[in-house]
């Protein structure tokens, strides 16, 4: 079955330092990728997205993410932290080829910023 | 703009009681999704509906579970006979067109606690 993972269920950083957070996928030839957040009482807000194209895209709040087709991974980072960005992190893909159109999800990275 | 928009924001039922959860989504967007956010999870799809096609059921957990959209645009998602397992954030969201690289814009959630 097609699957999204996110390995590290919890990252504590500290304030300015740089964040990357991990995903990867199974095969698919063509997938769709999103990153999304979920801060705490808030709805699901998309940072960036790939379709095709270069394999680094920037997203809002800083955040960019690399798309590596022979890892099979889209890894999110952001170049320094702030406080504001603690908050839930869920990488999702959809798969072009197969037709299905509903994104599915990893089970999300909670980030803690330490002052 | 409008966003998609989900009622009520919190409810609280019996085990065995039954509930819909309702769904606007954005104006103009054929595709809806249902999704589930259980404590410390990931997302959970349920169902998908695309314009006039029969919907994509796939991801319902249970017979118990139904959902249907009137007129190509509010949805309300049926659970029948409540189970304390049904306890979750129940999320909604659309997005335009048929291809999967649009991305999803997502509702606020329901929280249904079965007690």
């Known amino acids: 079955a097609q699957s999204v993972t996110q390995p590290d269920i919890h990252i504590t950083v500290s304030e300015g330092a740089s964040l990357e957070l991990r995903c990867n996928y199974s095969?698919?030839?063509?997938?769709?990728l999103f990153w999304y957040v979920q801060s705490p009482g808030q709805g699901l807000q998309l940072l960036l997205k790939?379709?095709?194209?270069?394999?680094l895209v920037q997203g809002i709040k800083g955040f960019e993410a690399e798309f590596k087709r022979s890892q099979s991974s889209f890894n999110l980072r952001k170049p320094s932290v702030h406080w504001s960005d603690a908050a839930e992190y869920f990488c999702a893909v959809v798969w072009g080829d197969t037709g299905r159109r509903a994104l599915t999800f990893g089970s999300g990275t909670r980030l803690q910023v330490q002052p | 703009g409008a966003g998609v928009s989900q009622s009520p924001s919190n409810k609280v039922t019996e085990k065995g009681k039954d509930v819909e959860l309702r769904c606007d989504p954005i104006?103009?967007?054929?595709?809806l999704y249902w999704y589930r956010q259980s404590l410390g999870q990931g997302l959970e799809f349920l169902i998908y509906?695309?314009?006039?096609?029969?919907?994509?059921k796939s991801g319902l957990p249970s017979d118990r579970f139904s959902a249907e959209r009137t007129g190509g645009s509010v949805s309300t998602l049926t659970i029948q006979r409540t189970q304390q397992e049904d306890s979750a954030v129940y999320l909604c969201?659309?997005?335009?067109?048929?291809?999967?690289?649009?991305?999803?814009?997502f509702g606020n959630g329901t929280r249904l606690t079965v007690t």
């Open positions: 969201a659309s997005r335009t067109g048929t291809g999967g690289n649009s991305p999803l814009h």
């Open positions: 790939y379709f095709s194209g270069d394999t």
């Open positions: 104006s103009g967007h054929t595709a």
């Open positions: 509906f695309q314009g006039n096609s029969a919907p994509d």
């Open positions: 095969y698919g030839a063509t997938p769709y």
